[in-house]
């Protein structure tokens, strides 16, 4: 199976230990998270689409322009802020599959593995084969 295919069967189940474990982890590294998108990986995403700072990219629906989306607020302009929902996508997206390595993980300790079936000697299936003869 997959790590995808994993990832999916993960998502889709109503495991009570996996929610408990999710909402747990996901409170603690909320702020790891945070400055791991806003501080790591939004900078070079940033970059490499010609500077841009996706906690400033907004449009403006109603209200003065701003360059910024602080100078948007105090201005009590109307903003849709899709910047932010890109980081807060990505937030979420690194805090799921974080989840899922770690309740695989969890779920790999908690399966026993089934017991391996022992071969069957050679002289029990010849003597299988001769009491199946004499029934003929």
Same mark, same amino acid.
């Given at each position: 199976? $997959?790590?995808? #295919? +994993?990832?999916?069967?993960?998502?889709?189940?109503?495991?009570?230990? #996996?929610?408990?474990?999710?909402?747990?982890?996901?409170?603690?590294?909320?702020?790891? *998270?945070? $400055? &791991?998108?806003? #501080?790591?990986?939004? !900078? =070079?995403?940033?970059?490499?689409?010609?500077?841009?700072?996706?906690?400033?990219?907004?449009?403006? &629906?109603?209200? =003065?322009?701003?360059? @910024?989306?602080?100078?948007?607020?105090?201005?009590?302009?109307? @903003?849709?802020?899709?910047?932010?929902? *890109?980081?807060?996508?990505?937030?979420?997206?690194?805090?799921?599959?974080?989840?899922?390595?770690?309740?695989?993980?969890?779920?790999? &300790?908690? *399966? !026993?593995? =089934? /017991?391996? *079936? /022992?071969? @069957? =000697? +050679? #002289?029990?299936?010849? &003597?299988? +084969?001769?009491?199946?003869?004499?029934?003929?």
């Amino acid at each position: 199976m $997959s790590m995808l #295919d +994993e990832f999916k069967k993960f998502a889709m189940r109503g495991n009570v230990l #996996d929610l408990a474990i999710g909402v747990i982890i996901g409170a603690s590294f909320t702020g790891i *998270v945070n $400055s &791991l998108v806003n #501080d790591i990986i939004m !900078p =070079p995403i940033g970059l490499a689409l010609g500077g841009v700072d996706f906690s400033n990219v907004f449009w403006t &629906l109603k209200g =003065p322009d701003a360059d @910024t989306l602080a100078a948007a607020k105090a201005a009590k302009a109307v @903003t849709i802020n899709y910047g932010l929902f *890109v980081n807060t996508v990505i937030n979420f997206m690194i805090v799921a599959f974080a989840l899922f390595m770690l309740i695989r993980q969890i779920n790999k &300790l908690a *399966v !026993p593995k =089934p /017991a391996e *079936v /022992a071969a @069957t =000697p +050679e #002289d029990v299936l010849l &003597l299988r +084969e001769i009491r199946d003869s004499l029934k003929k």
